[in-house]
């Protein structure tokens, strides 16, 4: 085999200190260290990376342990050890001749030849040239690995000061053949530079945004934001810490290339080659999970960006000078008043003029404290409440409070001000892009999420049912008892559909009104259908008075004043079943719908139309 060559020393200036909780260790640990070291006693299990795309193992992620029967067999108390007696750099090396003897080993045995080894490595170590001195590298040969088949996982337990450097270092290791994984994306900001300064092959996000993603909107949007940005940048990126089904075929639906966790594979000495039964058939389920809905973003959406710097007043400053301020600053409507560096009032442009306009006023006030006039209970709130909180405080307001505007604070000091005018035109941009993503009497998903939904199904050529849900005969009900009651009945229908659905693969949409879309994958959809029929009938009894629950009706006038009998409420439902690739478009879908919808409604009382006839496309004339 050809010498792999040896790469040369590298200055460590480029790092920091790594930084770790000072917990003494005795000197009996010290000392197990040293014969740990010694003797070779570090044992080595091995986690897999599952290719979804593959279906297969495309690596293993190498994790050191201490014996068993020691007080050091966690790799934590192992390292933290190493710190405390100075032998951080022999224990990574000791790991890293493990981790490759035993990835050898294993493979010779049963691995596919093309798998790769994935070792953790910190920051500083990188700069080390023994790490992969003629001695390892010879040893990886031995093993028949190549540095091609070895991906580097960078810790974040130090910190890059010079990046320059730091790349210079990782553009050796490359031209060697080497890769490089970014692990714990999103743990912090640092990682999220680590990402875009060194363009890493593989990037490991971070368990935390992995657990309940499925119904985590705000943690579902961060990963496809990831996914977004890896694309860009051509790195694959591994979801880390899957543990529930849910999680991984959210994971598997939004594109991810790789996967991790107990679901998947704990660690273990020898696992299997390849992916147990059960993954497989998660990664042959022909379901398209449904994503994690709601508006979500209002809750992250905070004041901050209304924020105006404007330089406040202290409350000994007298009254001419504020009159000053206000006269050379005419777009002014309120001047903020802050006492070491808290806000403490709020001084009305308006309410100090017509003051000063009284008789003797100025004269008695002008060199008085402007605290005199000032409002000691102004709007105050902190640069992070999201608007929707503050939407509410304005709601219980006074009228001269909303017309002052609103203090900002930091960390409950005085940041600048903002003007309602301003907040309001905000909350109603955010109203108007929320009732696109989610109705706000159901708050279920409207019709972007719908229509987004259904092009998802027909880009992996699912099969599945489209249903169009409509109230019979709500307006009369509506006009008969108010719209009050009228928006109960809606309520009412959205949480029986949510009830006979299957969150994880039956989509739920609320499109306006009393109409409503169901996405069903669900096998016994045709009995889910009949029980939403059955439920509706029943419980919407409840919400009709006696005397019309009689007469089977409600009494009424028609358009012309003339006395009418409607019919009670009812439900009608057209379906049609969507095969893959019968459809090009939602809207070729929609226009299904709408017509199955007519013939459903055509049948008295609740009623369920199949639609079974193929779709007739319009052919061009060339």
Avoid at 182 to 195: V, Y
Avoid at 253 to 261: E, K, T
Avoid at 507 to 519: A, E, P, S, W, Y
Wanted: hydrophobic share 40%.
């Amino acid at each position: 085999m050809t010498p792999i060559p040896v790469l040369d020393s590298f200055p460590t200036s480029a790092w920091a200190s790594p930084v770790s909780p000072l917990h003494s260790r005795t000197a009996p640990e010290k000392t197990l260290l040293h014969r740990i070291l010694r003797d070779n006693r570090l044992s080595v299990v091995f986690q897999p990376v599952l290719d979804m795309h593959g279906r297969k193992y495309m690596g293993y992620e190498a994790l050191i342990r201490g014996p068993k029967d020691s007080p050091l067999h966690s790799p934590a108390a192992l390292f933290e050890a190493a710190r405390q007696a100075n032998l951080r750099r022999e224990l990574e090396h000791a790991c890293r001749a493990a981790a490759i003897r035993e990835f050898g080993r294993l493979r010779a045995q049963q691995l596919a030849p093309d798998c790769k080894l994935f070792i953790n490595l910190s920051a500083s170590m990188l700069g080390d040239p023994v790490l992969m001195h003629d001695d390892m590298l010879q040893s990886m040969a031995a093993q028949g690995l190549g540095p091609d088949q070895i991906v580097i996982e960078i810790t974040e337990n130090q910190k890059v000061t010079d990046f320059s450097v730091f790349r210079e270092v990782l553009a050796r290791y490359r031209r060697l053949g080497y890769s490089f994984a970014i692990d714990d994306l999103g743990e912090g900001f640092s990682n999220l530079r680590m990402w875009s300064e060194i363009r890493p092959e593989y990037v490991k996000i971070d368990r935390h945004f992995i657990s309940g993603i499925a119904n985590d909107v705000l943690k579902f949007r961060l990963v496809r934001a990831m996914v977004e940005i890896a694309e860009a940048c051509h790195a694959t990126l591994i979801a880390e810490g899957i543990e529930e089904e849910s999680e991984f075929a959210t994971i598997r639906d939004l594109g991810i290339r790789c996967g991790q966790g107990y679901l998947i594979c704990r660690p273990q000495p020898q696992p299997a080659p390849e992916p147990r039964s059960e993954i497989v058939a998660l990664l042959d389920a022909g379901h398209i999970t449904v994503f994690p809905q709601g508006a979500g973003s209002s809750q992250c959406i905070t004041v901050a960006p209304l924020l105006k710097r404007v330089v406040p007043v202290a409350p000994d400053l007298d009254n001419d000078t504020v009159f000053a301020r206000f006269e050379a600053e005419p777009e002014l409507h309120a001047l903020p008043v802050v006492e070491s560096g808290r806000p403490v009032g709020m001084i009305n442009r308006h309410t100090l003029i017509e003051r000063f306009a009284r008789l003797y006023q100025r004269e008695l006030y002008g060199k008085r404290p402007c605290a005199l006039f000032m409002d000691s209970h102004p709007l105050i709130v902190d640069c992070d409440t999201p608007i929707n909180e503050v939407s509410a405080l304005l709601g219980s307001a006074q009228r001269h409070q909303l017309y002052d505007g609103l203090i900002l604070t930091e960390a409950g000091r005085y940041a600048g001000v903002a003007d309602t005018q301003d907040l309001m035109v905000q909350i109603s941009e955010m109203q108007m892009r929320s009732a696109r993503y989610a109705n706000p009497l159901t708050q279920l998903p409207g019709n972007v999420p719908v229509n987004e939904h259904m092009d998802r199904l027909l880009e992996n050529n699912a099969a599945f049912v489209a249903c169009y849900v409509d109230i019979d005969h709500f307006k009369p009900y509506n006009d008969a008892y108010g719209y009050r009651r009228g928006d109960e009945i809606i309520q009412l229908l959205g949480s029986i559909l949510t009830d006979v659905c299957d969150e994880r693969i039956d989509f739920v949409g609320h499109i306006g009104g009393d109409d409503f879309v169901l996405l069903m994958q669900s096998a016994d959809w045709q009995v889910r259908c009949q029980r939403l029929l059955e439920r509706f009938a029943e419980e919407t009894l409840r919400h009709i008075d006696a005397d019309d629950l009689q007469c089977g009706g409600l009494s009424g006038e028609d358009r012309r004043g003339k006395p009418t009998f409607h019919p009670l409420p009812s439900l009608s439902i057209g379906s049609i079943v969507v095969e893959p690739n019968q459809y090009s478009s939602h809207n070729e879908i929609a226009a299904c719908m709408a017509e199955a919808k007519r013939q459903a409604k055509k049948q008295s009382g609740n009623t369920l139309f199949i639609e079974r006839r193929k779709p007739v496309r319009a052919v061009t004339a060339v």
